[in-house]
């Protein structure tokens, strides 16, 4: 547990104590999944971040949240079996249900308004990279993976360098998808739909950003929860 924060904190270390940190991270697009092992300081230079202001947003909600804070933090205590059935059940499942959802939408909005919107094509581009990485992924980490992890908590893994080479690799792939989820967050100017959008075209950008907050949680859980208890 923190006992106290500065600068030098790492974000992923605030974010595991204080998990409703992880909004003001995002308000000023510092990565807190990925990019989780940086210190505060770092990540606020690398962004162009004003560190006083970001301090002082992070005090104010660190305040008011203290003693209330469940989400995030209680899963640090948690076993890895819990964590990986979590993941599965509130993470996978609704994102393989999401993506059936939300597909036929987004191909929609490009074709219909791509020709004057061209920014349009290039998130149908970006989603459906998105859509195919991550289905891929969460199959890896249920077939492969996640079973291995629970043979590394058994002490029956076979080979424990194989073990890990394949929690690094989905690292990586974590790292991919947050790139994708910063371009598509870029070209559609923090997911601000024009003020002449239709009502699927607004559907689209929220929905997005929506799926993004969802995969961020996601990787966090894993990334800075999850997978450090093995290395």
């Known amino acids: 547990m923190l006992q106290t924060y500065s600068e030098q904190t790492l974000v ?3 974010v595991n104590e204080f998990p409703k940190t992880a909004d003001v991270f995002k308000s000023v697009r510092i990565d807190f999944c990925c990019g989780g092992a940086t210190p505060i300081a ?7 971040v004003d560190i006083g202001n970001l ?4 005090a104010e909600v660190i305040e008011k949240s203290s003693g209330g804070e469940t989400d995030l933090k209680v899963w640090t205590d948690s076993a890895s079996d819990t964590i990986i059935d979590h993941v599965i059940s509130e993470y996978h499942n609704p994102l393989r249900e999401e993506f059936l959802n939300l597909s036929p939408y ?3 909005v490009s074709r219909v308004h791509g020709g004057h919107r061209p920014e349009l094509m290039k998130v149908y581009e970006l989603y ?6 991550m289905l ?5 980490e249920e077939e492969t993976v996640f079973p291995l992890i629970r043979q590394l908590d058994a ?6 360098e194989q073990a890990l080479n394949y929690i690094k ?8 998808a947050g790139a994708i989820l910063k371009e598509l967050r870029e070209i559609t100017s923090d997911f601000t739909p024009p003020a002449d959008a239709c009502g699927t075209y607004r559907l689209v950008y929220k929905r997005l950003e929506m799926l993004e907050g969802q995969t961020f949680i996601h990787v966090h859980l894993e990334n800075n929860i999850l997978f450090p208890r093995y290395f």
Do not use: Q
């Not at 301090?55 to 992070?58: H, I, K, P, R, T």
């Not at 459906?128 to 990485?133: I, V």
């Not at 002490?155 to 424990?160: L, M, P």
């Open 12 to 14: 992923r270390d605030l």
């Open 42 to 48: 770092e990540a606020a230079a690398a962004g162009g």
């Open 55 to 58: 301090m002082a947003n992070l």
């Open 106 to 108: 987004v191909t929609k």
């Open 128 to 133: 459906y990279e998105l859509k195919k990485e």
């Open 136 to 140: 891929e992924h969460v199959a890896k």
């Open 155 to 160: 002490d029956t893994v076979e080979d424990r």
């Open 169 to 176: 690799e989905l690292e990586k792939e974590h790292d991919h």
